[in-house]
């Protein structure tokens, strides 16, 4: 075996311009793999520690999604463009914490409400666009948590002016972010402790005022999360249509009015229609605001339930055990008939992971487009070259070696050729990961960061992303070179003297 490596590497000497050739692509292909799982591995551990750290802790509880869409810790996905899906309160919340008061393992937990809205200055409808840009439109997401239990979990640490909402108070904590698109679109200022209006992004069209309490900056400079309003719950479940009516399901009475079911078309639409055979409106003198009998209940249904809440949060004392625990809770709720489903950090975040994981599928079908045209360049740089030397293959065969032995020959070139110019492309890919990670490059658009899982441009080396990627390359190399070596081991040693004399 050392004697066909020696020999291996001599041949790789005497043909340096297709060695060289090969070589470069290998060490290229390397490189841009090894940097593009660099800057995934980057950005998913970045996500996942300012998400978990900030916004859906380890362990995020809710209600099933509904029918035919997908939910998360921001809102409800669904194919429907007739219906604007509000995120589901759990249904059961003293079992569900019951359940929780008995599991080990919870260092930290809050429950929030999540919701959509935006800003307005005075009346939208009325607002005349001028050069303002649509993404410069004041939407936010609106947390709110549990007093006192939900700062202790996601300190605001970066406060800037004012204070955190008094609880019970339509007072709100606001995005810096949020504040500087306010003030670019309306080009009025969003300042402190003064009163604007806040509409709802549901079908409900809820519109309330907010009193400005202070403004923060996001505890990740760099993070993908959107513009964030931090509020108390009875200021949010309004937007989150978290109502009595929606709370409970009415049964119906036992026994329903059916009189007008026995009318036609023609007796309730056409000229002989008269209304007071139904003790309805007529011309006489009743009084229209008891068309609708006692609305007591109805105004009762139509408010904001106080016991309602979209999720709770956990934070545990080993997070590496957070897929474990999910699986063993999910098993409780199931065993005891609980309406209520937990999820990991990345299913509750789905809404920003979504992008980084499709950016991921991207990338590995690029990677994929690369490697097949590296395997065809080097599989016919590899065939010209055993073309070019079948006399040498005839002069070995000659002398008695064997198909094997040949066959062993071409094989350690490509792995003595693949693994040096692997380490090649592996140590160029470190010093560029080196520098750009020493230029500290952030990005502040918001739609980039979304899509890039956040602002910070860095990449992050993994063992097991650079062996892997060797061992590949290395194996693709190796599988180049079956087909070139059986063409020329099919030519005989006398026609493939012959062909090396010419």
């Known amino acids: ?199 709802g992004q549901s079908m409900n069209n809820t519109i309330r005022d907010a009193v400005i309490s202070g403004f923060y900056e996001q505890p990740d400079k760099d993070s993908s999360m959107y513009s964030l309003i931090y509020c108390d719950p009875s200021f949010a479940r309004a937007f989150a249509e978290l109502t009595y009516a ?42 229209y605001d008891n068309i609708l009998g006692d609305t007591t209940l109805r105004d009762e249904l139509n408010k904001t339930d106080d016991g309602a809440w979209h999720f709770i949060i956990l934070k545990l004392d080993n997070p590496r055990k957070a897929e474990s625990f999910i699986s063993s809770l999910n098993n409780t709720f199931k065993e005891n008939n609980i309406s209520a489903t937990a999820m990991n950090w990345k299913a509750a975040s789905s809404t920003f992971s979504s992008t980084v994981e499709g950016i991921g599928i991207i990338f590995t079908v690029l990677v994929i487009i690369l490697a097949i045209v590296v395997f065809i360049i080097i599989m016919n740089t590899m065939t010209i070259s055993v073309i070019e030397r079948t006399g040498e293959i005839g002069t070995m065969r000659a002398l008695g070696a064997e198909k094997n032995f040949v066959r062993q020959l071409f094989t350690i070139e490509s792995i003595t050729i693949t693994v040096l110019s692997s380490i090649a492309g592996t140590v160029l890919a470190l010093i560029i990961m080196l520098i750009i990670n020493c230029c500290h490059i952030s990005l502040s658009n918001d739609i980039a960061k979304m ?44 026609k493939a003297l012959s062909n090396g004399d010419n």
């Open 1 to 199: 075996m050392l004697v066909i490596f020696r020999m291996a590497l001599r041949n790789l000497l005497q043909h340096k311009s297709k060695t060289i050739i090969i070589g470069l692509f290998i060490a290229i292909g390397v490189t841009v793999i090894e940097l593009g799982n660099g800057f995934l591995e980057a950005t998913n551990r970045g996500m996942e520690r300012d998400f978990r750290a900030h916004y859906t802790g380890d362990v995020v509880i809710s209600a099933p999604a509904p029918k035919n869409s997908k939910m998360d810790l921001f809102g409800v996905s669904s194919m429907s463009l007739t219906e604007v899906l509000q995120i589901p309160a759990i249904e059961d919340i003293d079992s569900v914490e019951e359940v929780l008061s008995k599991t080990e393992g919870i260092s930290k937990q809050t429950k929030i409400i999540s919701s959509k809205a935006l800003f307005m200055n005075g009346d939208f409808a009325d607002f005349q666009m001028e050069d303002q840009n649509y993404m410069d439109i004041p939407v936010f997401f609106m947390f709110a948590g549990e007093s006192p239990s939900f700062y202790d979990t996601f300190p605001v640490v970066n406060l800037v002016e004012g204070k955190l909402p008094t609880p019970g108070t339509n007072e709100v904590l606001v995005d810096v972010r949020l504040k500087k698109k306010f003030e670019t679109f309306f080009k009025v200022p969003l300042e402190l402790n003064k009163s604007y209006i806040v509409a």
């Open 246 to 287: 929606n709370s409970f399901t009415q049964e119906l009475p036992n026994e329903i009015d059916t009189e007008l079911s026995d009318f036609s078309e023609d007796d309730l639409f056409g000229d002989s229609f008269n209304t007071d055979d139904f003790g309805i409106i007529s011309s006489g003198t009743n009084n």
């Open 451 to 494: 899509l890039l899982g956040g602002g910070a441009i860095s990449l992050i080396p993994t063992f097991s992303s650079i062996f892997g990627t060797i061992i590949i390359i290395t194996i693709g190399c190796i599988l180049a070179n079956i087909y070139p070596v059986s063409t020329a081991l099919k030519i005989t040693p006398l």
